[in-house]
């Protein structure tokens, strides 16, 4: 138990899943006060408050949140916010569910962040340590809230943290830990600075042992100069790629120890992806045969590149998760050589400040149409007046790619675009896409 906290007084900032956890981890010490505050009139999660909690709505108070010791903030708000800097400033330790956690945990930790990818590497490096016979708990930013899976008889952790969740994350120790990628992402949260959200992500090295970078991405790399455990990319050095024109193989350090058409993930994104979780795998002693029938079996996950259905020759892929547009791009390269006829985009939401220039890159190519829908549509619709079509919605996007698609084409949702314009997040947006395709009718010859 976190001693550091009786006697003290608390204030958990947001109604958010992972801080309803908290607040039943808070309740457990001696505290002087313990004040829940949210900005909406209406949040989510409120019936799940235990009885007698002191619960405040509506806007933060400045002056009242500089009389509590320490701010518990949920990842959705800014540690920047006016209240909460006056906070800080007035002596107030800002924290969150990851550092609370962080004085806990008893089992090694596995952490993964980047912009893209975290979520597929999360889930294989459980389902890998899940073969070994291992008892394992994924959480954080993906699957279950840390106090939720938080147990003595967990061997291994693997956590998703986000560069929101290590905004407030200052003592985590790492087993093992990785930045998958650094592109623009979250850009509105960060006053448009990839360098501040850069090292926001680097926050994840701080108490790391083993840390794994992206040899074809230096932003990956730690920016103090700490050792690098080791380094997965496209090459054929240390985690790598070897191609012999048939086919290509995953490698470590020069020996191939998997073909890629062994994988059920595709892409040359996913095959990073398997290469980064044998790294991490490996920092925990994880045996080399069963991180393979974990790589010859997994799945992937709903909303990233998932083959929905096909119909008429054509596959409609939901790749909903994809929210900025590097996650688009790898996509779209990832599907294009299973669719040597093209793929049909659909793109649109919110743009967070991006900048959807690279894009360009694929249409007309890879990419031989685009049906843009949402809030800032307008900024893609912008890269071609050819190939670009304005949707209202969704629904009309689907239907409009579908009756423009020939056999053997791909019918792509991956937006590039947040969703909360038009849905309540990418779980919903997939669903509602994978709901409208299975609805679908042959065409009329």
């Not at 992972?18 to 981890?25: D, E, M």
């Not at 956690?101 to 930790?109: D, H, I, L």
């Not at 008889?153 to 969740?165: A, G, I, K, P, T």
């Amino acid at each position: 138990m976190n001693a550091s906290l009786n006697h003290k007084s608390v204030a958990v900032i947001g109604l958010g899943i992972s801080n309803i956890a908290v607040i039943g981890y808070l309740l457990k010490h001696d505290l002087k006060r313990l004040t829940v505050y949210d900005t909406r009139s209406n949040p989510p999660y409120v019936d799940e408050l235990p009885g007698g909690i002191d619960l405040r709505l509506g806007p933060l108070n400045a002056d009242e949140l500089c009389t509590y010791d320490i701010l518990v903030v949920s990842p959705g708000l800014s540690v920047e916010m006016p209240e909460i800097v006056k906070a800080r400033k007035a002596g107030a330790l800002i924290t969150g569910d990851i550092e609370l956690f962080s004085f806990e945990a008893k089992a090694p930790v596995i952490g993964i962040t980047g912009s893209n990818g975290k979520s597929t590497v999360t889930a294989l490096v459980g389902y890998m340590i899940e073969q070994a016979g291992l008892e394992v708990a994924v959480g954080a930013n993906f699957g279950h809230a840390v106090f939720d899976i938080l147990s003595d008889s967990v061997d291994v952790y693997v956590l998703e943290l986000s560069s929101f969740e290590l905004e407030t994350t200052y003592s985590l120790e790492l087993a093992a830990g990785t930045i998958l990628n650094i592109s623009e992402d979250h850009l509105d949260r960060y006053q448009g600075s990839l360098e501040k959200y850069a090292d926001a992500k680097a926050r994840i090295y701080t108490h790391c042992h083993n840390i794994i970078v992206n040899r074809d991405d230096k932003a990956t790399y730690p920016k103090d100069g700490s050792p690098v455990k080791a380094s997965f990319g496209l090459d054929n050095q240390d985690y790598g790629r070897e191609s012999d024109g048939h086919t290509t193989y995953l490698t470590v350090r020069g020996k191939r120890v998997l073909d890629v058409r062994d994988l059920i993930i595709c892409g040359t994104h996913n095959e990073l992806n398997a290469l980064a979780a044998m790294a991490l795998a490996d920092c925990v002693g994880i045996p080399r045969d069963a991180q393979i029938r974990a790589l010859k079996s997994f799945t992937g996950l709903e909303h990233r590149c998932q083959l929905v259905r096909e119909l008429d020759g054509v596959s409609f892929y939901n790749d909903s998760k994809a929210t900025n547009v590097a996650s688009a791009e790898a996509a779209i390269r990832g599907l294009s050589p299973r669719h040597e006829r093209g793929i049909l985009l659909l793109a649109g939401g919110l743009g967070k400040g991006q900048d959807f220039t690279p894009l360009k890159q694929y249409i007309g190519r890879e990419v031989s149409e685009v049906f843009c829908f949402g809030r800032d549509s307008a900024q893609i619709m912008a890269l071609s007046e050819e190939h670009c079509h304005q949707c209202l919605n969704l629904r009309q996007a689907i239907n409009e790619a579908y009756a423009m698609a020939k056999r053997g084409q791909a019918v792509l949702l991956s937006p590039a675009c947040a969703s909360f314009d038009q849905f309540k997040g990418f779980e919903e947006r997939g669903r509602v896409f994978a709901n409208l395709v299975n609805h679908l009718e042959v065409k009329d010859d």
